[in-house]
């Protein structure tokens, strides 16, 4: 499986804060290259907390692109896919009520009160690894995965020493403030993908795989 991770941080290397509301970082253009790069994926996956916290429905939004999947067999929404440690996660959230898609749910119990809305993949009470959401997606078809986040969900894949492509975007003006409780970029470990591995194109930085 080829496993794309994309991640947008400030200049002073935040992916996010502790703050109520939703830290926006990207600009529009980092939205635009976004949606293309899920358009050519399979499937994209998130952490619990960030379904939680921003509500996505994680679907695409570009007709054109949704036609060229429809076109190809595809159905027009990637697959959808959320990793969960508590098991709390609300089955009118937009990740499980819109878009034409599957949706899976890595735990490492089960979560009766979801199965009505997408498939949820037990660990059986062991921790949910990065090998085992591939392991897994593989067998249901999924060739090209993208992560997208929180740090737990990005460093659970670098962590994991799987040599895959990461591309991030780094706001320029965009600065934490102090005493936010700021998450920073090393949260998701970054520094375990070997430094002279990245290569830059435009505000993007590429580790290929």
């Known amino acids: 499986m080829r496993v794309i991770l994309s991640a947008a941080v400030t200049a002073d ?25 899920r358009a050519g994926c399979d499937a994209i996956l998130v952490g619990a907390e960030t379904v939680r916290r921003d509500n996505p429905a994680l679907s695409l939004r570009d007709d054109a692109e949704r036609a060229r999947r429809a076109a190809r ?4 929404d990637l ?17 499980f009520t819109e878009g034409d898609a599957e949706r899976y749910v890595f735990s490492p ?6 199965e009505a809305v997408a498939t949820v993949i037990s660990s059986e009470g062991a921790p949910v690894t990065a090998v085992r959401i591939v392991t897994e997606l593989e067998k249901r078809g999924i060739r ?8 737990q969900t990005l460093g659970l894949f670098l962590g994991a020493g799987r040599r895959s492509t990461l591309c991030g ?8 403030r102090t005493g936010r409780g700021a ?3 090393r949260a998701a470990r970054c520094g375990t993908v070997p430094p002279g591995e990245y290569r830059r194109h435009g505000d993007c930085v590429l580790h290929a795989a």
């Open 109 to 114: 119990y089960d979560i009766p009160e979801l």
């Open 183 to 185: 998450i920073p970029l």
């Open 73 to 76: 067999g595809l159905r027009p």
């Open 79 to 95: 697959s959808k896919a959320v990793v969960t440690r508590s098991g709390r996660l609300d089955p009118s959230l937009r990740f």
């Open 169 to 176: 975007q780094s706001a320029a003006r965009a600065r934490q």
């Open 13 to 37: 290397g935040y992916l996010d804060d502790n703050g109520p509301g939703r830290l926006v970082i990207s600009t529009p253009g980092d939205w635009a290259a976004v949606l293309r790069l």
């Open 144 to 151: 090209r995965l993208l992560v997208e986040g929180g740090a």
